[in-house]
Each structure stands twice: as C-alpha cells, then as structure tokens.
C-alpha cells in the first residue's frame, strides 16, 4: 500500500520569507514517481514537477525548489522569496511505476500575508 | 500543451436529479481518464479510471450504479451521478493523460450542490 503524509496542515509566512513544505512518502515499490501539485482557491489543480525515484538530483526552477531524499522516503518543496500568488493547497502525490493511480497526501494550505 | 477541460464549473440541481460531468483532453489523445472526488478541505480521491472504449474501473467503496462513467473517445470522458442526493455535494475533478510516459493532467473541476 502507497500512503503520503504531508504533517502541515497550515502553514503562514510573511511576504518575501522563505517556506518548506515537507512530504514524506511510503511504498513497497522500488521505482515510482513523485508529484508535487497546486490547488489555488479557484479550485484547479496545477502540476508543478515529476520526480523519478530513479533520479535524486534535487530540481530548482524559479522561486521552486525540490529536495528528494530517498534515504528518509522526503519530497520536501520549498518556495523561496514568497508572494501572495503563492497562497494555495499544496500536495504531494505518488505513483507505482505505471504511473496510474495517484495516492494524494492530505496536503498542506499555505497562506502568504503581505 | 496538455489542456484537460471540465464542464461544468459548477451545477446546483434538486435531490433525484442525474447530472452529467463532462472531461475533455483538447491538445492531445487521452488513452486513460480519471475520475476524483474531493470534500471541503480534503485530499482528492480517486473514485475511478477509464479507459477509452472499455469498462470503468472503480475503487472500493464507489457505487459503480451511482457514478456512470463513460471513455467514448480518446477525448472525451463523462461522469453521471445518477439520482443524485445531498451527500453527493462535493468538488468532481478529472484528469487525463495519454501514455505511461506523461504526468496527469487535470481539468478544473466541477462543484456539485444537490439541494
């Protein structure tokens, strides 16, 4: 069985403050995919990265950066310089190696103040 | 690319009314759809998958009577709820892809309200 824990529930920062959201993942399997996705307040989900268990390289694009540690089973997302337009539900999500059925974790609601 | 449309946004019906969902893939062939269902402030649960000219397959627990789905086309996927109930409230969202190779890709959602 897959599961995805995402522990915060809510997290609030400040304007221009840096913020890491963590995921930590289980699964009997030796190759699968990690998601991170994007839920702003109108409901759509926005697909943010595909990771490869195959491939530990942590990923940075923009203000996003990704740090996958497969030693302690984290996908950890952190956004840096934060602004308002941040300010949505985040999940992480997982993958067997079909790449089918996605397990959700509960994901964590992030609000930016300005 | 990989646009995936929902219609509609939102759908406010009577109890015992059906209401059709539908999930379009506009940019490319959607070999498999999904179907999720999403309560207030939840995580989003699968319900089922399809796949384009076969059966639905559900996840435990999903009223396969209550929750029609059809993969008519590498475009197209429709969700039913069928008489649906108060209970059914909730935020429907699809999403397609169309190999092993892609990420899913999802639609915008459809907030169900049955009064």
């Known amino acids: 069985a897959q599961k995805v824990t995402q522990a915060q529930t809510e997290i609030s920062v400040v304007e221009k403050e840096d913020v890491t959201l963590d995921c930590v993942y289980e699964t009997r399997d030796t190759t699968y995919y990690l998601f991170w996705y994007k839920q702003p307040p109108s409901g759509e989900l926005v697909f943010l990265i595909r990771?490869?268990?195959?491939?530990?390289q942590n990923e940075i694009s923009g203000r996003y950066s990704w740090n996958f540690q497969k030693s302690t089973s984290s996908f950890n997302f952190t956004i840096t310089a934060s602004q308002v337009v941040d300010s949505a539900v985040y999940f992480c999500a997982l993958t067997p190696p079909s790449n089918e059925k996605l397990t959700f974790g509960t994901g964590t609601r992030l609000t930016i103040i300005p | 690319g990989a646009v995936v449309s929902q219609h509609p946004s939102w759908v406010i019906c009577k109890s015992g009314t059906s209401v059709k969902i539908e999930c379009r893939s506009l940019d490319f062939q959607a070999t498999t759809m999904f179907w999720y269902r999403q309560f207030p402030k939840q995580s989003l649960m699968l319900m089922a998958t399809s796949n384009e000219g076969s059966k639905a397959t559900y996840e435990q627990g999903v009223e396969k009577d209550k929750f029609l789905i059809n993969h008519a086309s590498l475009t197209l996927s429709t969700l039913t709820v069928t008489s649906a109930h108060p209970e059914d409230s909730s935020f429907y969202i699809c999403?397609?892809?169309?190999?092993?190779?892609?990420?899913?890709?999802f639609g915008d959602g459809t907030r169900l309200s049955i009064l």
């Open positions: 999403s397609a892809k169309d190999s092993l190779l892609q990420p899913q890709h």
């Open positions: 990771r490869n268990s195959f491939d530990e």
